[in-house]
């Protein structure tokens, strides 16, 4: 049954409902999705969301690249917070090859994935603000935005798509310039949230439109699949990077805000009270930040500098070995998740041992959650599935792969 | 009281040029955002880029009261249809600008997903390469946009859009006698255009 | 530990096991799936984290053998608790359906419709099964090895103007 006749056919059954399309091009919607909305007066009785309309088939494309070629594919899928994406993958393989990357690496990658998870929530958070009808916040949130972008392009070349890392390690070491940048940028960024805080936190509007909308119980967050903010929202303290610390976290001081009732008020507290432990694991990092290699020293995985390759044969055989047949890759399966803005980001590989990989398949974290749309708007106002799903954070790009 | 000059007060002029002059002055973008360009247009029209500058900052969501329609992010086969229908809601005169590699070419996905370029299903303006072009780039894309308006004709727009609505006609006609979604006819219509030597179906 | 409690508790259930990079992956056959799932669940295995497939055309299907049949169905559970994750596989033949876990955990809905989708495995008992990602009158099951990348010429990948499409992208 295709979604237009079960639109069509629950318009004949129930005169006195409306149906309501919303999407697929909707200004609330970020991306591409659409909800059959089935209305009585303003209350939902039912919403069907369907989604695919960005599937763009990552998961098949990535059986026919190498493992390295597939990182600027990740970098499309949340593509809000494209470092954490690229660090994800790029743990993933590194755990199939069984390789560890060098600590300046894995400082370097902590503070690009934090200043990447700031980058998100900003987005979401004045999105959603945004949609709800303050407009205000949006443009203080963007100003630091952009200033995190500057960040990215000082030290990748690029602001949105930055492909940063490679498998066992990262491409570039930080330029010159970047730690003040950055230092700078703690300052403002800190007074900038503040300033959100004043806007939004005790905003009777917002309040109104945010308190008991979305609310979801932690059984129940549990049993949808929740992640990430939405799941610390409903109460369950479960953040990857502490309850399975991997780019050395738990070296890290930084709390997890958990909060009560899961409702969209709730969410934009994680998200505002992460955004600060975020600059508090910044800070951190940019001051244990020790020199050193940012890629392993391992042939069979690195390429070797463009010097070596051409001055010296060995080098120059490892970079045709590389670049030809690429990584030697074990036989075996492996999933490994990191902690992304959204949630679990997982990535779960099967090998046949040949250059490319047999299966790769991406968790996104807001799947599990869009899926218990429905269940979240049941009941409410229409305007509240803007809120609700503002909250949620969906990104087209992970949802449908 | 002197006389009046009719020359201070009148100023002779083509109508194309006075028409497309006023046109392209005053843009109103439908921004189509499907994907990563969506976020990169988020910034061209906050604080720092600014699109205001353009006369296009009033950005309508709404198919209906806008003629710039800004096609950001990858378009799958899926959204095809839909793409086509938004199209064709707007009112006459309106304008494409396909914004980055994936709405201009299918891009990176070269995959059974993707449209390999909107412009097989809609005609397209101006193409802003790039994933994702820097707000700058789409700044620059618009102001290509206004050269080609201005240099416009207007009655060559008519036939240029006449031949949409007939493909647009085709396709209604197709799907209601086979009874298909309309992603499988805009699939058909494509194999047949090929069959043709043809790029697109309008 | 989980392992040798469903070992323990369903003796005969795991039909082979292994431990790869650290991760505990068991392979049941289809028809003990809902009692390990009752058991993992009373063991703590609450987050359903992810269900996917993996498609392997050439192995032959030996009823009742481990590991045969076309497809695995892959389950990550992970327990909130231990912060245990555990890998369940389960090997079906081309056609052969399994039984649905939407009605105990509704994550599994969607992730279930996307299987169906992109592989054309039917889920047995779910509310709901239709395509997710694709849409209705799609041709085929894109993720099969089968399917071709590029969907074959069903897109006009072919004889269309532009110039980029004229050479196939090497394949490995």
């Given at each position: ?267 934009y507290l994680v998200r505002t009270e992460e955004m600060r432990q975020s600059l508090r694991i910044i800070r951190q990092v940019l001051d244990r930040l020790e020199p050193g ?109 | ?202 | ?172």
């Amino acid at each position: 049954m295709t979604m237009d006749s079960i639109a069509l056919s629950r318009q004949l059954l129930d005169g006195d409902k409306m149906i309501v399309n919303m999407g697929p091009s909707h200004p609330t919607t970020h991306g591409t999705l659409r909800i059959v909305l089935e209305l009585e007066g303003e209350t939902i009785t039912r919403a069907t969301p369907e989604i695919g309309y960005l599937h763009r088939g990552v998961e098949k494309l990535g059986e026919s690249l190498s493992f390295q070629q597939f990182i600027p594919l990740t970098d499309r899928l949340n593509y809000c917070s494209s470092i954490m994406n690229n660090v994800g993958y790029a743990h993933a393989v590194e755990k199939l090859l069984g390789i560890q990357i060098p600590k300046r690496a894995q400082q370097i990658r902590v503070l690009m994935s934090e200043l990447a998870r700031i980058a998100d929530h900003l987005v979401c958070v004045g999105v959603n603000a945004v949609d709800i009808g303050a407009f205000t916040a949006f443009l203080y949130l963007f100003k630091q935005r952009e200033t995190i972008y500057d960040l990215f392009e000082l030290a990748v070349g690029q602001r949105l798509h930055t492909s940063f890392t490679r498998i066992g390690g990262l491409f570039r070491d930080l330029p010159e310039g970047f730690v003040p940048q950055a230092e700078r940028f703690l300052v403002e960024c800190e007074a900038a949230i503040d300033e959100m805080e004043r806007l939004l936190t005790r905003n009777p509007i917002w309040h109104g439109r945010t308190r008991g909308i979305g609310v979801i119980s932690a059984e129940d967050a549990v049993n949808w699949g929740y992640t990430g903010p939405c799941l610390r929202a409903a109460g369950v303290p479960q953040d990857l990077r502490k309850a399975q610390p991997y780019l050395g976290y738990e070296t890290y001081d930084f709390d997890i805000p958990v909060g009560t009732t899961g409702d969209v008020f709730d969410r934009y507290l994680v998200r505002t009270e992460e955004m600060r432990q975020s600059l508090r694991i910044i800070r951190q990092v940019l001051d244990r930040l020790e020199p050193g290699p940012v890629m392993v020293d391992d042939p069979k995985v690195a390429l070797p500098s463009k010097e070596k390759v051409y001055t010296r044969m060995e080098s120059l055989i490892h970079h045709f070995k590389l670049i030809m047949h690429g990584m030697e890759m074990p036989v075996g399966e492996v999933y490994s998740a990191t902690e992304a803005a959204n949630g679990e980001l997982g990535f779960y590989i099967v090998s046949d041992g040949g250059k490319n990989p047999y299966r790769i398949r991406v968790r996104p974290p807001c799947l599990p959650i869009f899926s218990s749309f429905e269940d979240q708007v049941k009941g409410g106002l229409i305007a509240d599935a803007v809120a609700v799903l503002g909250a949620m954070n969906i990104i087209a790009g992970e949802l449908d792969r | 009281m002197s006389e009046l000059n009719i020359n201070d007060a009148v100023m002779t002029t083509r109508l194309d040029a006075v028409v497309n002059w006023g046109r392209k002055n005053s843009l109103w973008p439908m921004p189509f955002g499907v994907a990563c360009c969506a976020i990169e247009f988020m910034s061209m029209m906050s604080s720092k880029y600014d699109l205001a500058r353009f006369g296009a900052e009033a950005m309508r969501f709404s198919p209906r009261q806008s003629d710039m329609m800004l096609i950001l992010g990858t378009i799958t086969n899926k959204m095809a249809p839909v793409l086509r229908t938004i199209y064709a809601q707007m009112a006459e005169p309106k304008w494409v600008i396909s914004v980055g590699v994936c709405a201009s070419s299918g891009g990176m996905y070269r995959t059974y997903a993707t449209l390999q370029g909107v412009d097989r299903i809609i005609p397209v303006d101006v193409y802003v390469p790039g994933c994702p072009p820097r707000p700058e780039s789409i700044i620059y894309g618009v102001m290509k946009l206004q050269e080609k308006i201005e240099k416009e004709s207007l009655s060559m727009r008519k036939d240029h859009i006449g031949r949409f609505y007939e493909s647009l006609a085709r396709q209604e006609a197709i799907q209601t006698e086979k009874g298909l979604t309309g992603q499988q006819t805009i699939r058909e219509m494509l194999m047949d255009a090929a069959d043709r030597g043809a790029g697109t179906i309008f | 530990m989980v392992i040798e409690h469903i070992d323990a508790q369903l003796p005969g259930a795991i039909t082979d096991r292994h431990d790869f990079r650290g991760d505990q992956t068991i392979v049941i056959a289809k028809e003990n799936l809902l009692a390990v799932v009752a058991l993992l669940h009373r063991e703590g295995f609450q987050l359903l984290v992810d269900i996917t497939a993996v498609d392997w055309p050439e192995r032959p299907h030996v009823p009742g053998a481990a590991g045969a049949g076309r497809f695995d169905v892959v389950y990550h559970w992970l327990n909130l608790a231990s912060q245990e994750r555990l890998r369940v596989k389960l090997p079906v033949a081309e056609g052969e359906s399994v039984p649905s876990l939407a009605g105990q955990f509704k994550t599994a809905n969607w992730f279930e419709r996307e299987v169906f989708d992109l592989f054309g495995i039917p889920f047995d008992g779910h509310p709901d099964l239709r395509r997710l990602l694709t849409w209705d009158d799609f041709p085929g099951h894109p993720l099969r090895k089968d399917f071709p990348l590029d969907g074959g010429d069903a897109f006009c990948m072919e004889g269309c103007t532009a110039p980029y499409n004229n050479g196939e992208r090497s394949r490995g």
